[in-house]
């Protein structure tokens, strides 16, 4: 069975500080996806990671993919309050090409 | 352009009821995917779509979900003899061939009493 495990579950952060939100999985897939949801929302695409060793920034978010360790991180630098949501990972199906998502990881930024 | 788009955005519905969920995906997009999402959960996948064909149900639950696509485009989820189980938000999602990054409509929230 394809396990896809995110931790933290829940993170509290004070504004300014870093951080890294670990993604393991259990499939031999060499592609990540990260998504972002805000509540009541639905899910926007943060990165695909399509390769061993690939790594991708976006302002204070920044993924990479160690397929030979079946982990990804998604690390926060300088977390701002607008950075908090939800935060899901997720690895393509061993069928092709349909998603299995991680529990997802609950991201508040205070002040 | 115009996103993924699902119709209607909530239903509530009684135990035992038959419900039909729409979902539009973006122009030109030949993969549909559907998937539910529970309160705090991450997404589960239900069934990919290829063109018209279902390339992939093995997530659909039981023989009460079915999913249709004949045109290629516009997708129904239906389900019969609805379940308070079968509460969720079930979201629609489309992308290119080849191309990975799969695009979210909005969700409708079904809600069986």
């Keep these: 069975e394809l396990k896809v495990e995110q931790n933290p579950l829940f993170l509290s952060m004070q504004e300014g500080k870093n951080y890294t939100i670990y993604c393991n999985y259990s499939t031999t897939s060499d592609r990540l996806y990260w998504y972002r949801q805000d509540p009541g929302k639905s899910l926007e695409s943060l990165f695909v990671l399509l390769s061993n060793g690939a790594v991708k920034q976006e302002g204070r978010l920044m993924a990479s993919l160690d397929t030979k360790a079946r982990l990804s991180t998604l690390h926060i630098t300088a977390a701002v309050h607008d950075l908090s949501a939800t935060y899901f990972c997720a690895v393509d199906r061993d069928s092709g090409y349909a998603l299995n998502f991680g529990k997802g990881t609950s991201l508040l930024v205070t002040p | ?113």
């Design chain 2, 1 to 113: 352009g115009a996103g993924v788009s699902q119709t209607p955005s909530n239903k509530v519905t009684e135990k035992g009821k038959y419900v039909e969920l729409r979902c539009d995906p973006i122009s030109g997009h030949t993969a549909l995917y559907w998937y539910r999402q529970s309160l705090g959960q991450g997404p589960e996948f239900l069934i990919y779509f290829q063109g018209t064909g279902a390339a992939d149900d093995s997530g659909l639950p039981n023989d009460r979900f079915f999913a249709v696509r004949p045109e290629g485009s516009v997708s129904t989820l239906k389900i019969q003899r609805t379940e308070r189980g079968d509460s969720a938000v079930y979201l629609c999602a489309s992308s290119y061939p080849g191309i990975d990054t799969q695009y979210f409509g909005p969700g409708t929230r079904l809600t069986v009493l």
